[in-house]
């Protein structure tokens, strides 16, 4: 693309934002007369029609170092974030303030007559430029405050600054303007809420997938015969992927089932412009697009943009930080095409901002064979049941259009239970019509490649030294906890062999029961203690335990650093007794575990074999392309290390790819971090291998690569085919690389269980459709009789006004009463007594950042023991707000006496008030720990 045409590209973000008459001065690319006409195009028309007036005129430009000089010009005249946008092509940032712009838009009867911009002028120095502060403030003294405020969001709706939104917000407050619209609105950021919910992205093998099943029998909607005549502007189908989209294209309830790298998305690019043409100016349409993580969104989102960018349709995005009530009801109302989680569409149907699902008339499922169980494709469907089953006069409901590779097995082992299942996806995405290919195999076929399948099962290491002194340390662990109480009475999980998984899962039952646990016949202060024992115990089991996983898995270093790192971070100064007698095992036996670390001769078997793979494959191909699928973000960062230290590996250039979600042990990757990862992968000369977790099975768009190793790696059918699918290039080959002779078993059964699977797909299209119908009718009404029967016994859950006494979750250390806490947006709590913050350990924070309304400045911990208690941030204009982890903390009933730990604050059991500006803030006269009281 040339510059010429990437300013073309963007000449809606360009036109939307700048004024012309402040950037002319840094461009000498143009003539007087050019310039005169610019600036004449502002003052009579406004600065968006000269914006488009100096783009066309840019066409002409051929001076050398043009582009350059645009963008110079552009940063030194006030608008840095677009002309980075412009340069990295990543509009990303921008989008997101479009949103909230039209938000603001439709606020603007209520802000401009109720406010003065002189009070809030002061406030608004980030998002303005100079010369538009001293417009405003002329404005506002020749017309009034009318105008004025009119001249002040105006400017301020034309900003590039990511966080224009915020500081508007912060400058309503600050100027007593809380009363208004945008700062009384329920606009919570959903970031702390979204989903996490476990998706497979399934790949099956074409020849298999056979003919449609048409089982629209009994239409609730006029079908629209497809035109083919009509061709899309957008792109163009090749015959098997028309073929797919036949059936959704005439309007019926459709799973689109097609390998991966067949092009799913761009089918339903194809679907769904076909959908919105067909709407009229009384009956206009709507569509969401549901993606089950944030990353795929964005990457759909982006995709959606990019085809319908030079149509009358509009493609927003509402997940993460743009999913607030506002912003979606927004979103919803002035776009066509709405790309948001399944999660957040659900939430926004149960809170009333999306009004019903009848809103749209067409929704996507991406990966719909996730459609069960409590997912929230199947909430989302079973609203959309009780609707349909209410009778042929109900609501209007959107077309259902499923995307998916395969349609799964369930947990059956035999193509009759294979073909039940078939039958339960259809009946809950009340499918009418399974579409495949039948006619266009061999086109297919050239497009999309099958690697071949091997399994490679290596010895363990005979002798492992590292892991008896490891185990001798979790004996010794286990016996201190044992002899103060009986800690295998805490779980229902049976203690499990030490250094597996289920041994993760059976300390995690115990550290949570510890607690909140109560001991009937010993004083407060002595349960205290008792319990932080305890929780100390099983902080130090979980991480042995982790390190041997590692030692399993990589080599012991890797472990030994792994435990080295963890107790260098701990603080010495709040050790009680406990921590110091732990601490002081670790470190006599430390230099032991150090030296059996760095000796040779140890070397894990299966990482020789994964370097003999990996010397084989490059050898006979240098520029292969290699994913690398590992089980946790621990392992990807100890193989990165190891292929970085190996110097027959070392010209792999490795990039880790893991998920967004932060983990006690790992902070996640950024959407940002995510996309260098993959563009290192991607670019000629870059990395070759890409070491990741399951994030990159879950549907990410990610190169051609001929080589995918599976290191340990074994779930079900639907994962083996998944990650097995992202070998697209032409003669890749697909490795399981393991010392378990169960997963090696487990994957041969997986194979077997993929026959299952496509005889089960061809058995269900050869069922005739009456007697198919019938079959997903009676699971559809026994479902709806067992949702009116859960909703009629599930009781109402009321939240006890009793206060809450809020104890560290380590040593139970008073901290505050629930009365105390506020919440602020619907999604932050903060503490409002100043009796808080002097309770706390205050540290810097290692990653200060803005996220929604808060700026992260400073961790705060127990000031007891240390424990994780959340951050101070400020936020309206009130700086060192604590705001509070909920695991840092259990919660005692001050009426009943009973403890509780809860995960999120959803579940919380008491009653906490919304944040009130002037009743909840007092004077914060000093800089140091002055949160409200």
């Known amino acids: 693309m040339s510059e010429k045409e990437l300013l073309q590209r963007c000449c809606k973000y360009i036109t939307e934002i700048i004024q012309p008459s402040l950037v002319l001065h840094y461009l000498d690319f143009f003539e007087p007369k050019e310039v005169e006409l610019i600036k004449a195009k502002e003052e009579k028309e406004g600065p968006t029609h000269a914006s488009a007036l100096l783009l066309d005129m840019i066409q002409n430009v051929d001076s050398p170092g043009w582009f350059q000089m645009f963008l110079d010009g552009l940063s030194i005249a006030g608008y840095p974030t677009l002309s980075k946008s412009i340069d990295m092509e990543d509009f990303t940032e921008l989008d997101k303030s479009r949103l909230y712009k039209q938000m603001v838009r439709k606020l603007r009867p209520t802000l401009e007559p109720g406010a003065r911009p002189m009070d809030i002028l002061p406030h608004l120095s980030e998002c303005l430029l100079q010369p538009q502060e001293e417009e405003v403030r002329q404005v506002t003294e020749s017309k009034g405050d009318h105008a004025g405020m009119g001249r002040l969001l105006d400017f301020i709706l034309r900003s590039d600054n990511p966080q224009w939104y915020k500081t508007l917000q912060d400058a309503l407050s600050a100027a007593g303007y809380d009363n208004l619209a945008l700062g009384d609105q329920e606009d919570a950021d959903m970031s702390g809420t979204e989903e996490i919910e476990m998706t497979y992205s399934q790949e099956a093998e074409m020849e298999d997938l056979h003919a449609n099943l048409d089982t629209d029998a009994e239409p609730r909607q006029k079908v629209v015969r497809y035109d083919s005549q009509i061709s899309s502007p957008l792109t163009e189908l090749r015959a098997y992927q028309e073929e797919l989209a036949l059936p959704a294209l005439e309007s019926r309830n459709t799973i689109i089932c097609a390998p991966t790298g ?67 009801k927004v979103a919803v109302e002035e776009y066509d095409i709405i790309v948001m989680t399944p999660m957040i569409l659900q939430l926004k149907l149960e809170n009333g901002t999306i009004p019903s699902l009848s809103t749209f008339t067409l929704i996507f499922f991406d990966e719909c064979h996730n459609t069960s169980k409590k997912h929230s494709y199947n909430s989302i469907m079973g609203m959309y049941m009780d609707i349909r089953l209410q009778g042929p006069l109900s609501t209007a409901l959107p077309q259902i259009v499923g995307l998916t590779a395969s349609v799964g097995v369930g947990k ?104 909140v646990l109560k001991l009937v016949d010993q004083d ?234 496509y005889d089960a797909i061809q058995t269900a299209q050869n069922i005739e459709t009456d007697v198919f119908l019938a079959k997903v009718r009676n699971i559809q009404k026994r479902q709806k009789k067992q949702r009116d029967l859960e909703r009629r016994m599930a009781p109402e859950k009321k939240k006890e006004e009793t206060p809450f006494l809020l104890q560290c979750g380590k040593c139970r250390q008073h901290a505050c009463k629930s009365d105390e806490i506020r919440v602020i947006q619907n999604n932050h709590r903060v503490v409002i007594s100043k009796a808080f913050l002097p309770l706390c350990n205050i540290q810097p924070h290692p990653k200060p950042q803005v996220c929604d309304v808060l700026e992260k400045k400073s961790k705060i911990f127990c000031r007891t023991c240390n424990r994780d208690w959340g951050i101070l941030a400020s936020c309206m204009g009130l700086d060192n707000l604590p705001v509070l982890k909920i695991s840092g903390f259990t919660f005692v009933n001050l009426r009943t006496g009973q403890r509780k730990s809860v995960v999120k604050w959803q579940d919380f059991p008491g009653l906490l008030k919304d944040f009130d500006f002037e009743l909840d803030v007092l004077d914060q006269d000093s800089s140091e720990g002055a949160g409200p009281q």
């Open 262 to 328: 067949s092009g799913k998305t761009i089918i339903a690019v194809e679907i769904c412009w076909q959908h919105l043409r067909q709407g009229t100016e009384e009956s206009k349409r709507k569509v969401a697009f549901l993606a089950n993580t944030i990353p795929l969104c964005q990457q759909q989102m982006e995709l959606f943009m990019k085809y319908f960018q030079n149509t009358d349709f509009e493609v927003i995005g509402c997940f993460g930080e743009s999913a607030s009530n506002l912003v979606v």
């Open 412 to 515: 059956s082992k035999n193509v009759d239970g294979a073909l039940e299942h078939i039958y339960q996806l259809c009946a809950n995405l009340d499918t009418h019509t399974l579409s495949t290919v039948t006619k266009h195999l061999n086109e297919l076929r050239k497009f999309v490649f099958v690697p071949s399948k091997d399994i490679r099962l290596v010895k363990r290491r005979s002798v492992d030294p590292f892991m008896d002194v490891v185990l001798g340390l979790m004996a010794h662990v286990e016996s201190i906890a044992k002899k103060t109480y009986n800690i295998e009475s805490l779980s229902k999980v049976p203690m499990s062999t030490r250094g597996s998984q289920a041994y993760e899962q059976w300390v995690v039952t115990v550290q949570r029961q510890c607690k």
């Open 524 to 757: 407060e202060e002595e349960e205290m203690k008792i319990c932080r024992k305890l929780v100390t115990c099983s902080e130090h089991l979980r991480k042995y335990n982790d390190s041997l996983i590692i030692s399993e898995d990589a080599r012991a270093i890797d472990a030994i650093n792994y435990l080295q790192k963890y107790f260098d971070n701990l603080d010495p100064t709040r050790f009680d007794e406990t921590d110091q007698k732990l601490f002081s095992v670790f470190e006599e036996r430390s230099k032991e575990l150090l030296r059996i670390a760095s000796s040779s001769g140890r070397e894990n078997p299966k990482l020789q074999e994964l370097q003999s793979v990996l010397d084989e494959q490059y050898h006979y191909n240098s520029e292969t392309k290699t994913i690398l699928f590992v089980k946790t973000r621990a392992l990807a960062e100890a193989i990165e290390q190891w292929i970085l230290e190996t110097p027959a590996l070392a010209h792999l250039k490795p990039k880790v790819l893991i998920g967004r979600r932060r983990t006690e042990n790992t902070a996640g990757m950024t959407l940002s971090t995510q996309k260098d990862a993959l563009s290192a992968f991607e670019s000629e000369g870059g990395s070759k291998l890409l070491i990741a977790t399951s994030v990159a099975d879950e549907g990410i768009d990610i190169a051609q690569c001929n080589l995918v190793l599976l290191y340990d790696y074994v779930g079900n059918v639907i994962k083996m085919v998944q990650t097995r699918g992202r070998g697209r290039a032409m003669d890749s080959r697909c490795i399981l690389i393991t010392s378990s002779r169960e997963n090696a078993e487990k994957e041969q059964i997986n194979m077997l269980q993929e026959k299952v699977m």
